[in-house]
């Protein structure tokens, strides 16, 4: 074997292979290495391949597993589980447990009561929707209530149909409508399994839309200008010295008791309930990426999984009640879920302890909250929304992806110079686009063999002294091939193959005799996609190149083998690894001086 050193253009060496010692001519049998068969699999039934496709999208982690060869009983027990996993945890619940729960409950509640205030009444959404999620939910440390995302989303696209000034009962009823159509359709995603959907809100993109949230609700609040505490201190302040009587602004009429059910103020029919349900999905779905989110993130530090699907049933259920029960929509809380994690909650009891005493503010205090200023809820929520501006994972979004921080910021100035539903547009916009440019533009390379290595083969760029074959280019696609990137593949590799041709022919190398595509990474083909192979051949015919093909997949080798492909190509074209053709192939080359 011979090396050539590097060259000023930084062209690492051709690697030359003996054939008597690394190959054999394909005339000495005896004395040549074994080379395995491209395996073609079995022909599937076509229905039964069609329910495996259905099955792995909808049902990867294979939900009724647990039902099999069970007695009826135990189905039965097992389906009110899956409904209701308090039924599951509930049976190891105990004394020490619930000493976390209930001082995470009570310092969630904290947070939450003097929060709601805002809103100049308080509402049932920091009650009911906690009570529902809790014997419905799947995380032990999300914390249920009005999120200032949600509701300043629900509130910007409210106002837009109805002015809650001039028509506060059409606003209120509007807002029960598209929090009813919130519920639906987070269970609708959760029920057909469609959580997927929600992915397409990159992570990026998120922070980017709640930093832009926070800095939106932050400057709102600047024009009134810790928690529970200063609400107590202030009010009795107020209430002692009558500053509401010299200019100081005071929540004033809060209305005691549980709100009435609102089922009949939800506008099932008419002009607005097509408006809400438009209002209640968009809502909706940020509600649900948000919770996911948060629900997905704790998940993690404690180590214990979370079932997408049944949370997003756990949040439809508990908007489509809330929305029966004078609430809006409710989601996780950021702060209060990463609150209740710092308090040492265990499970969801501590949504039923925050529930609870929301229930007893709602029922007998709340008038005792008359005085409380307007500048300290201010001060309150500004507070709260500080911690949505994450600079850490901004900082390493920049680091690890420009495209993701690119959609990060898109997110982040929509909407703090334009409106929070810009801000998604865009950020929903630059999260497509990042997909079809991987799509449509996917990655490959050349290959060249890793020094003091038999059979492997790597990336030049990421391996600067792998070495090329003489008279072989060995290029990988990393990506499926499809109708939407088939032609600039091929494009692609003739291009790399073009610039290769001009550097050995200004360094009198031999020239090219084979193409070997590396297709591990091709997970899937299309027609479009062999069309544009097949063009490659016919391209590589005219340059008296031959095509070779190496460690295909079965989805790929079975649809190759169905176009008859194999036959264009020629018998003996389709290795199953880079190595085996190279070898095979380098033992049929004339070498050229």
């Known amino acids: 074997m011979a090396k050539n050193v590097s060259d000023e253009h930084g062209f690492k060496g051709v690697e030359t292979i003996s054939s008597s010692s690394s190959c054999q001519s394909s005339s000495s049998p005896r004395s040549s290495p074994y080379v395995h068969e491209v395996g073609v699999p079995l022909k599937q039934n076509l229905l039964k391949e069609i329910a495996a496709a259905v099955k792995e999208t909808l049902f990867a982690d294979d939900p009724l597993r647990h039902f099999k060869d069970q007695p009826s009983s135990k189905?039965?027990?097992l389906g009110l589980q899956a409904i209701f996993p308090i039924l599951e945890w509930g049976k190891h619940y105990n004394l020490s447990k619930f000493k976390g729960d209930l001082i995470a409950g009570l310092t969630i509640a904290s947070l939450c009561i003097p929060q709601e205030l805002d809103f100049n009444s308080m509402t049932d959404s920091s009650f009911v929707p906690p009570l529902v999620y809790a014997f419905m939910g799947s995380s032990r440390d999300i914390a249920i209530g009005p999120v200032a995302v949600v509701s300043l989303l629900l509130g910007s696209l409210l106002q837009d149909e109805i002015d809650s000034s001039a028509n506060p009962v059409g606003y209120r009823h509007l807002a029960f409508t598209a929090t009813f159509f919130a519920g639906l359709t987070q269970f609708i995603l959760g029920f057909f399994r469609l959580g997927f959907l929600i992915d397409f809100l990159s992570h990026a993109a998120i922070v980017g839309f709640m930093g832009g949230t926070a800095v939106t609700i932050a400057l709102q609040q600047l024009k009134a200008i810790a928690p529970l505490i200063s609400v107590i201190i202030s009010t009795v302040t107020v209430y002692a010295t009558r500053a509401d009587k010299h200019g100081v602004e005071i929540v004033k009429n809060i209305r005691k008791g549980i709100n009435?059910?609102?089922?009949?103020?939800?506008?099932?029919?008419?002009q607005y309930a097509g408006k809400g349900f438009k209002i209640g999905v968009v809502s909706g779905m940020i509600a649900l990426t948000e919770a996911v989110a948060i629900g997905r993130t704790f998940a993690s530090m404690k180590d214990y999984q979370l079932d997408g699907n049944k949370e997003m049933i756990a949040l439809g259920t508990m908007n489509i009640v809330g929305s029966m029960t004078s609430c809006y929509v409710a989601?996780?809380?950021?702060s209060r879920s990463a609150v209740n994690y710092m308090s040492g909650c265990e499970t969801a009891v501590s949504n039923i302890v925050m529930a609870c005493v929301v229930l007893l503010t709602l029922a007998l205090i709340t008038p005792l909250f008359e005085y409380t200023p307007n500048a300290i809820l201010a001060s309150i929520i500004i507070s709260a929304v500080v911690?949505?501006?994450?600079?850490e994972a901004v900082t390493l979004i920049w680091k690890i992806d420009k495209f993701d921080f690119i959609a990060c910021m898109g997110a982040f100035f929509g909407v703090v110079f334009s409106s929070v539903e810009v801000g998604l547009v865009i950020a929903v916009s630059i999260s497509f686009a990042k997909i079809l440019i991987q799509v449509t533009?996917?990655?490959?390379?050349i290959l060249g063999k890793v020094p003091r290595t038999a059979t492997v083969y790597r990336n030049i760029q990421q391996y600067p002294d792998a070495t090329k074959v003489s008279g072989i280019l060995i290029v990988r696609v990393d990506s499926a091939i499809y109708f939407s990137n088939s032609n600039y593949v091929k494009e692609r590799i003739l291009r790399w193959l073009a610039d290769e041709e001009e550097h050995v022919?200004?360094?009198s190398q031999p020239r090219f005799q084979y193409l070997i595509i590396e297709m591990g990474p091709v997970t899937d083909i299309d027609t479009s996609g062999i069309h544009a192979l097949e063009e490659l051949f016919r391209a590589l015919q005219k340059r008296d190149i031959k095509l070779v093909l190496a460690n295909p997949g079965p989805v790929v080798v079975d649809k190759l083998h169905a176009s008859k492909f194999q036959e264009l190509i020629g018998e003996g074209r389709i290795f199953l690894t880079v190595a085996d053709a190279v070898r095979i192939c380098y033992s049929k080359m004339e070498l050229e001086p």
Request: net charge positive.
């Open 75 to 77: 189905k039965f027990i």
């Open 260 to 270: 009435p059910p609102s089922v009949k103020e939800i506008f099932f029919s008419g």
């Open 331 to 334: 989601t996780g809380s950021f």
């Open 387 to 391: 911690g949505l501006v994450d600079i």
């Open 441 to 445: 533009r996917p990655r490959t390379a």
């Open 505 to 507: 022919k200004e360094n």
